[in-house]
């Protein structure tokens, strides 16, 4: 089944914050929830006393090729895609040139807006947590009486997530002006269903890991 997870602030007025440096396996989103199936045994057998198969003295190395998300969004267990905003177009490449030129540093992420909340997302490179890591998102909130944010939408449409897993997450925020207010952090179904839920303080005037390494606890999966 699909899910969808999000980070949103609940306000009351205006208020700009600055996200840099998302890392979530698991709290973000859109994610999708895998179903789950049985395990089934398996047996591997290694004859470490046996001769190998010749190799020649001058073959080495390893080769690994990055297609269809073999790479991100597969043996990298980072499950937020374009997690620091730091995609940007690519030209004159052979493979799928027509996504590659519409990469920007919001691919992957949009606005969540419930009740009287809006939301504006724009990506910025002013005062940047880290120069090698220049780019962070900037999402302005305006209104009241509702809670707004952003979503990612992780890798082929969502984040594939198991019953009873736990998954770590951390990000780094600040508040650039207005109001603060409290940040959540939820991994939803489409239907709004909350499986995963962490709640932080407001950010501060620096970029400061607003969630240190942690763990959540996927509650339940809705039925299909």
Known sequence: MNTTPSLHSSLHGAARLGLAGLLAPALPFAAVAAATSPAVPVTLTVQAGAAG???SPVLYGVFFEDINYAADGGLYAEMVQNRSFEYYPLKNVRHDAERAGEMKPLTA??????????ARAEASILQPLHPRNPTYLVLTLSGSNGAAGIANLGYDGGLPIADRATYDCSLYARHLDGHPGP???????PDGTVLARAEIAAAGPSFACAIPPMSVQVLRLPTQ
């Open 109 to 118: 992420w949009q606005t969540v807006e419930r009740g009287g909340l809006k």
């Open 53 to 55: 198969l010749p190799i």
């Open 183 to 189: 940040i959540s952090l939820a991994l939803e179904a």
